[in-house]
């Protein structure tokens, strides 16, 4: 039986999670039990119609400082939950650091960092669990991340497959507020062979324990909020592990419809993207400095603002970081 913590951070999410959290146990995998073997139609070292490994899945919800009942909501509706309450917001990384943290303190054999606003479908983990067991060399195996009318692929996670699966399904019952998760689409066939991708987003993320102890955690120095996966998944690769997505998995990611201002698209798409470029450690610092001055550029142009150039200077002054970052995750 493998064991897999279940991380969730979360940050005035009330109305998400019900479903969020509820997903992981009425996905079929019970809060600290077992999941029931199902049949499997893998190759790709799993046996031909044999059966899916159990699962045994907990979880970690940690609550930054919500201000809308979050923790209460954990603690009165899935008490075998392991509830967090931080007296502050202290972002992303460092939550799921501690997530992972205990998850290697208490030797669980993988961690699923998952969203607030994200939701598993039935049968999803035991199939990410399968698949990994059959391809040890991948260090992250993520479901397709659909939107949260399942009429098509989250267009961030979409953007990094290399091929796009169609979508036929219908949108499931919403009127519950327990996890509806029927559809009609039909899945890919199983092969168990992940589609091979430079990075896919941490709202859902299978990771193996044995993966962490190697690559180690979340820098949560330069990257406290955004740009922590992607720097990882450098990071992972230059290990030599692999990064997949498994087509026979499937999972939402509600997002889609959310508007931001440019002032905080800059600082994520422009600041964040340029140390994470500075912090790849497949490419020499002065090709990945030259190619943040190029960005740099790009970015004035596009978003019609001087910030961009605002930013490089702080950039600049995070130099020695950057050095000290590549360094230690040699």
């Not at 039986?1 to 997903?23: A, F, P, Q, Y």
């Not at 939107?147 to 692929?153: A, F, S, V």
């Amino acid at each position: 039986m493998k064991s897999v913590l279940v991380i969730v951070v979360t940050h005035n999410g009330k109305h998400w999670l019900d479903r969020c959290l509820g997903s992981v146990s009425a996905g079929g995998v019970p809060i600290s039990g077992t999941l029931p073997a199902k049949k499997a139609d893998f190759d790709g070292g799993v046996p031909k119609n044999g059966t899916l490994p159990a699962v045994q899945a907990d979880l970690y919800v940690w609550d930054n400082d919500s201000s809308d009942g979050s923790a209460d909501f954990v603690a009165a509706n899935y008490p075998k939950a392991h509830l967090v309450r931080s007296a502050d917001n202290l972002g992303f990384a460092q939550p799921n650091n501690a997530g992972m943290q205990y998850a290697l303190d208490k030797g669980y054999d993988y961690v699923y960092l998952l969203n607030q606003d994200a939701w598993l479908e039935p049968g999803a983990l035991e199939t990410l669990v399968a698949v990994s067991q059959a391809n040890p060399d991948y260090a992250v195996l993520s479901p397709l991340q659909m939107t949260d009318e399942y009429k098509e692929l989250d267009k961030q996670f979409a953007k990094r497959l290399p091929v796009k699966p169609a979508m036929t399904s219908t949108k499931p019952a919403m009127t519950s507020t327990k996890p509806a998760m029927t559809s009609n689409e039909s899945c890919p066939a199983p092969t168990g062979h992940p589609l091979s991708v430079p990075f896919v987003m941490a709202a859902h993320w299978l990771v193996p324990v044995k993966a962490i102890r190697e690559i180690g955690l979340f820098d949560q120095g330069l990257f406290p909020m955004w740009g922590q996966d992607d720097d990882w998944c450098n990071r992972a690769r230059y290990k030599g592990y692999k990064i997949g997505v498994v087509p026979e998995a499937r999972a939402a990611h509600d997002r889609q419809y959310r508007e931001e201002p440019k002032e905080k698209l800059i600082k994520r798409n422009y600041y964040i993207g340029s140390l994470v470029r500075l912090c790849d450690l497949n490419r020499p610092l002065w090709e990945r400095f030259m190619s943040v001055c190029l960005f740099t550029l790009v970015k004035t142009v596009k978003y019609c603002s001087i910030l961009p150039l605002k930013y490089f200077r702080t950039i600049c002054s995070q130099l020695p970081e950057v050095k000290e970052h590549r360094k230690n995750c040699r």
